[in-house]
Structures are given as C-alpha cells and as structure tokens.
C-alpha cells in the first residue's frame, strides 16, 4: 500500500509499505477512507519533538472500515464503520479502567513507564505505525475502535480522532465554568476547538491569542475575541480586557513549537529538541506560550495545557506558576472515553467540528499539503486526507 512516511528531520515522502496484518487475536484491520495532518506531525517533522524512526508511517487521525478482525475481537465485525482514537489503550488496565487511557500500562511495547502510545509517532510512544495509508492495524479492537452512526460525514468524523477531544479536553483541564473568562493560546485546529469547547462548557467570555490572520478570524467567527502578539503584548491586552485581573481559565493549546515577539533561545531550543536537527518552519522559544500563559492568567486561577511539549523539554515556568497560586493540569488527552458523547453531539447536530477543515487533498500530494500547512498558509488551519483506497 501507500503511505506517508518519515524519513528525517524536514523530510517525508509517499512510498510503497508492507499492508499491515492480524498480529494478535486482538488486532483490527482498517481500511482508511480518511486521515489528516496534525500540528503533533509537524512536530515530528520539524525535529521538535525528537525519537523518530526513519521508515515511520505518519499520522494519528483516522476514519474508516473495518476489513479484518482477529479472533479476540467481538465489539466489531468486517464492514463496521469506525474512527480510531489517536492514541492507543488496552482498556483492561487499571489507568484505562478509570479513564486515564493515555496512560495505559499494557499499550506501549516499551513498558508501563514508558508513557503514552500513539500511532505514527516517536519509538518511545510505541513504534505503531501511523494512519496517513491505505491501511491501518489496531490493537485492542475491541478497546479502541468508537463505531459512527451514518448521520456523521467522514470530515466531522475525522475531527473527533483526535482534534476535537484534544480541544475538549483541554477546556475540562482549565476547569472552564459557567461565566469565566477563558484565553486559549495557539488558534490552530485544537486551539479552534477548545474554543468551542470552553463555550459549549459554559464559558462567559473567550479571548484568542494568535500571529497568523486567517487563525484569529476564524476565531473571530466564533465570536472569540482575537488577540495578535505580533502587534500587541498579548499580556498586557489580556490583563486591560479583563480589568486588569487577567482570565480566569488558560488554555496552552501551543507546546514545544512557539514563537517569540523577539529572538528565541537557541540553547533553550536545543534542550527541547534533545540536540537534534531541526527543520522547515520550527519555533524558536519552546517555553514562550507557557511564560505568557502564567503570566496572563489572573491570580488563583487554571491553567490546561494540551499543546504538545517532548519529555526532553525542561523550561516550564513553575516559580512564576506557584507565586500566584495557579492551578495547572496538563497531559495527553484520553481520547476514547471522550469520543462517544462527542460523537453523540456531532450526530445531533449540536456541534459541527467539520468547520475547521478548510482542504481536503489527495494522499498523493500529502508532502505539498504538509508544506503548506507547516507554512500556516491562508486556508490551512485542518487538512484532511483522502483515502488511498
């Protein structure tokens, strides 16, 4: 089959890759008839979130219909329509049986310390291939895989594999409530949608922070109001629309790639991205969302972060943090216990996360589509793949 595959920093290209194939009586086979590219890619792309191995099929968001299914698999037969969860769960273990499924001590062959698996990402997350491809082998099926009602498109669907439980994640770590005032930094897909989010989570008032024009309209069109740190401190406009007290809940939906008003820290830089290469448009101060965000966010308040920081990343601004008393909840979503209300809300119209995918391109020209959107060009806040099949 084709697939999307990484090479080295700054390089990916479409290949010819063995199909995939029942490994454990557990296992699914999906046939892909959608993915789509994610900042988290970029990440990986760029060198800022190192561990990558070179042969590594891309992508963690996926939509599709089941083909074949192991012996162990009962929740799911040949010809079910499925998205797959980005990240990946036993659902036996105790951290899956209670919700932490990002957690899971059974999913990463690397061990129960080992952290979070994802497909299509750094060997430490567990080597599984990703789902920019024909084809895609899930384990623990019966865990894993979230079935679709035919009321939900494949452009709605492939939003709630990942970007969308992330955005609604990240509004449920900043304990967003009924009339706070709510800033999310980063207004790429996820910050997109921890801004629905935080509305639909009872949010009062929503500011978005952001540099790239076509991102702050579209945040704009959710009637947030924008905030552009490249023409403005963003803390102190944060502090003056909010009476000087700053928001009561923050939401970092930025991570390790964030850029600076000024020059980055080349040494900071290198920490994060473990001394290794670099590539296309990286950013150039990997703690700069973190500082503004405790520096914006008022006394006492809540603080979510879900944009994506590497273990090797060490720059976090905790004194800052602790001297106003914040509170700060971070970490990978747990996808799969979020996924079925959301898809319950998208199939009853209330939310319509297909808004924010503005190109839908062939797998064919995947390393274009990818350029595009590492260059935050107008038009490509969420690209979604075509199936190769």
């Known amino acids: 089959m084709k697939a999307v595959v990484w090479q080295a920093p700054g390089t990916v290209n479409l ?13 699914a086979i999906v046939r892909l008839t959608m993915s789509a590219i994610c900042g988290t890619d970029l990440h990986m792309i760029r060198g800022t979130f190192p561990g990558m191995a070179e042969g590594t099929v891309l992508g963690h968001e996926g939509v599709g219909v089941v083909e074949e299914v192991g012996s162990g698999v009962r929740a799911f037969q040949r010809g079910d329509r499925v998205v797959v969860p980005s990240t990946i769960a036993c659902g036996t273990c105790s951290y899956c ?108 008032r929503v500011l978005a922070v952001d540099s790239v024009a ?33 928001p009561d809940r923050v939401i970092d939906a930025v991570g390790v790639d964030a850029y600076p008003q000024d ?15 670099l590539a296309w448009g990286h950013g150039t101060l990997p703690s700069q969302a973190a500082r503004w965000a405790v520096q914006a966010v008022a006394k006492a308040g809540t603080l979510g972060v879900i944009g994506v920081y590497p273990p090797t990343f060490e720059s976090w601004p905790i004194g800052s943090a602790m001297n106003k008393n914040l509170t700060v909840h971070m970490g990978n979503c747990n996808h799969r216990p979020l996924m079925p209300r959301l898809v319950d809300l998208v199939a009853s119209g209330v939310l319509d996360p297909s808004v924010i995918l503005e190109r839908q391109e062939p797998v064919t020209d995947a390393v274009q589509a990818y350029q595009a959107f590492d260059q935050r060009e107008p038009g490509w806040i969420k690209v979604a793949l075509e199936g190769l099949t």
Do not use: K
């Open 97 to 204: 049986r209670a919700g932490y499924t990002a957690q899971c001590d059974t999913a990463n062959p690397n061990g129960p310390l080992a952290g979070t698996a994802i497909f299509g990402g750094p060997e430490p997350t567990g080597g599984f291939a990703g789902m920019q491809a024909g084809y895609v082998r899930v384990p623990f099926a019966n865990a894993n895989l979230v079935a679709l009602p035919d009321s939900i498109i494949d452009e709605q669907a492939i939003v709630i594999s990942d970007v969308l439980p992330t955005g609604w994640f990240g509004a449920r770590l900043a304990e967003v409530g009924t009339g706070d005032t709510v800033a999310v930094f980063g207004c790429g897909p996820v910050g997109q949608l921890a801004i629905a989010s935080a509305w639909y989570q009872g949010a009062g």
């Open 263 to 277: 020059e980055g820290s080349r040494t900071e830089q290198s920490q994060a991205s473990g001394g290794g290469t």
């Open 15 to 27: 290949q010819e890759v063995p199909d995939p194939r029942v490994q454990q009586s557990t296992d």
């Open 214 to 246: 076509g991102r702050l309209e579209t945040a704009r069109r959710q009637h947030a109001e924008p905030v552009n740190f490249t023409s403005e401190d963003p803390v102190a406009m944060l502090r003056e629309l909010t009476g000087g007290i700053g």
